[in-house]
T-cell receptor, first 118, second 111 residues
Framework: NAGVTQTPKFQVLKTGQSMTLQCAQD?????MYWYRQDPGMGLRLIYY???????DKGEVPNGYNVSRLNKREFSLRLESAAPSQTSVYFC?????????????????FGPGTRLTVT | RKEVEQDPGPFNVPEGATVAFNCTYS??????FFWYRQDCRKEPKLLMS???SGNEDGRFTAQLNRASQYISLLIRDSKLSDSATYLC????????????FGKGTTLSVSS
C-alpha cells in the first residue's frame, strides 16, 4: 500500500513550457486534491475532484487544468508555465469516516513536486 | 479575512516544556477540524482530529470551542522530535469536500 504517489519529485521548466504532474492513490478514496504551497502563503487549493468524473476549482485555479483519469489518478497540467507557478505542489486524497455526530475527512498527502519555472 | 488563522510563531521552547497553539476559523458551517504536522520540505501528515468534547493522544491535547470558533493544541513534555510546523485545518463547508488550512505555527524545541 503506497498511499499517495506523485511524479516527478523535482522539475525545472522554462517560461512557456508545459508539463503534467501525475498523482495516484491506492487507498480507494473518492476525493482527490491539488494544492500549492509557497513560503508565507500556506497550502492553497488549486483544484479538487470530489468523485471520479467530477472536478471543481479551488482558491487558485488560474493557469492550471486537471484530469480525473479514473478513481486512482488525478493529474495537474500547466499549459504555459510562468515564474509565478514556481512552488511545491502536493496531491492529496481523502478518507471520509463517520465520527458521530459529524463526518470526518482525513486527508493523506503525496510527497510533493518541487517545480521551478525560470 | 483568512478562513483559518494561526499565530505563525516561531515558538522556541526547551525540551520538557508545555506549549499551546491557538487557531480561529471564520466559517461557522465548518463541521470537522484537525491538526496536521509538517516537517521541513515534507508533506503534511494528520496529527489528530479535534472533537467537540476535546481529545487527547499521549502528550497532545486538542480542544474545540464552537461558540468562539476557536481550536487549540497543547503539547506537554516537548521533545526535540516535536520540532515542526503545525497546521490548523477546518472543513470548508457543510459538505466538507475541501479542507481549509491555516498557514501554520512553527515550533522549535531545543535541548
Amino acid at each position: 500500500n503506497a498511499g499517495v504517489t506523485q511524479t516527478p519529485k523535482f522539475q525545472v521548466l522554462k517560461t512557456g513550457q508545459s508539463m503534467t504532474l501525475q498523482c495516484a492513490q491506492d487507498m480507494n478514496h473518492n476525493s482527490m486534491y491539488w494544492y500549492r504551497q509557497d513560503p508565507g502563503m500556506g497550502l492553497r487549493l488549486i483544484y479538487y475532484s470530489a468523485s471520479e468524473g467530477t472536478t471543481d476549482k479551488g482558491e487558485v485555479p488560474n493557469g492550471y487544468n486537471v484530469s480525473r483519469l479514473n478513481k486512482r489518478e488525478f493529474s495537474l497540467r500547466l499549459e504555459s508555465a510562468a515564474p509565478s507557478q514556481t512552488s511545491v505542489y502536493f496531491c492529496a486524497s481523502t478518507l471520509r469516516k463517520r465520527l458521530e455526530p459529524a463526518l470526518s475527512y482525513e486527508q493523506y498527502f503525496g510527497p510533493g513536486t518541487r517545480l521551478t519555472v525560470t | 479575512r483568512k478562513e483559518v488563522e494561526q499565530d505563525p510563531g516561531p515558538f522556541n521552547v526547551p525540551e520538557g516544556a508545555t506549549v499551546a497553539f491557538n487557531c480561529t476559523y471564520s466559517n461557522s458551517a465548518s463541521q470537522s477540524f484537525f491538526w496536521y504536522r509538517q516537517d521541513c520540505r515534507k508533506e503534511p501528515k494528520l496529527l489528530m482530529s479535534v472533537y467537540s468534547s476535546g481529545n487527547e493522544d499521549g502528550r497532545f491535547t486538542a480542544q474545540l470551542n464552537r461558540a468562539s470558533q476557536y481550536i487549540s493544541l497543547l503539547i506537554r513534555d516537548s521533545k526535540l522530535s516535536d520540532s515542526a510546523t503545525y497546521l490548523c485545518v477546518a472543513t470548508g463547508n457543510q459538505a466538507g469536500t475541501a479542507l481549509i488550512f491555516g498557514k501554520g505555527t512553527t515550533l522549535s524545541v531545543s535541548s
